[in-house]
């Protein structure tokens, strides 16, 4: 199954008032909201009468980068119904508190899925922007709210960044709309997920794509460990593991893969 991708210009001068939901004080008036509304009533049904689309919101996300990913986050709120995914590459949170406060307001539908990517130096307030963000949404959506925030020391605020991290952006969130696809890609994963060292002593570092959870299990299903990881690389200790056979379990979302890890103590 494809992916039809519609890439929407800016009125260019006019984009921070195209992309801001919201008027600015220095950028000027916000027309982000006559922006979404035409996304909505205008473009989508287009889209979906002249295409053979899935329109229904699990198949159907909107993205941007920048200002592109603070519009993008307020037409997904704004229109559950619609937008059942987002992504959200170095969003610019700093621009209006009344993004905060529109959050604090609106329902977070069980079915969202939001995927978060930017540079660990693209600005000060950029990655503690992203998580105050997110911890809000996910506090309002308890459960139901699945996200992956996904912060790289090389990212910058810029196009060939963005270009670079669409793929596992895509790839994550739709990777719950095609069973033939999810098994090809419970696959990929289960190849290029790797521990090393394996056996291990004191640690392995784990390699893989972005997973929001990791369990370790002991040979007898005893779990011995869990913890919260929303990264792809991570550093596993086991120095306190009695040596034998352990079993990872790493939950991406909307899918899980499980590795055997061998633990020998030197």
Known sequence: MGCIIVG?????????????????LQYGSGEGKAYVNF???????????AYRTYSDPKHTAIAGS????????????????VFGKVGLFSPALYISDSLYDFAQKCTIDPGILAYYV???TESATMVSNINKYDDLLNHKGI?????????????AHSEWFWKREFPTAYQYLFNDVNPAYLKEFEGRLNRNTRFVPNPASDYTEIK??????????ADNGKEVFTAEVNAGNYKLDVSN????????????????????LMVTHK
């Open 208 to 217: 893989t794509w972005p997973f929001k959870k990791i369990t370790v299990f």
């Open 66 to 81: 920048s200002l592109g990913a603070n519009i993008s986050l307020f037409a997904a709120l704004s229109y559950p119904q």
């Open 118 to 120: 930017a540079g660990s």
């Open 241 to 260: 593991f009695e040596n034998g056979t352990y079993y990872v379990e790493f939950d991406f979302g909307n899918t899980k893969i499980t590795k055997k």
């Open 8 to 24: 929407i210009d800016n009125g260019g001068a006019k984009r921070i008032n195209e992309y801001s939901p919201y008027g600015h």
């Open 39 to 49: 996304l909505v009533q205008t473009l989508k049904p287009f889209i979906d009468s």
């Open 143 to 155: 459960l139901s709210y699945n996200s992956s925030v996904v912060i790289h020391a090389d990212g």
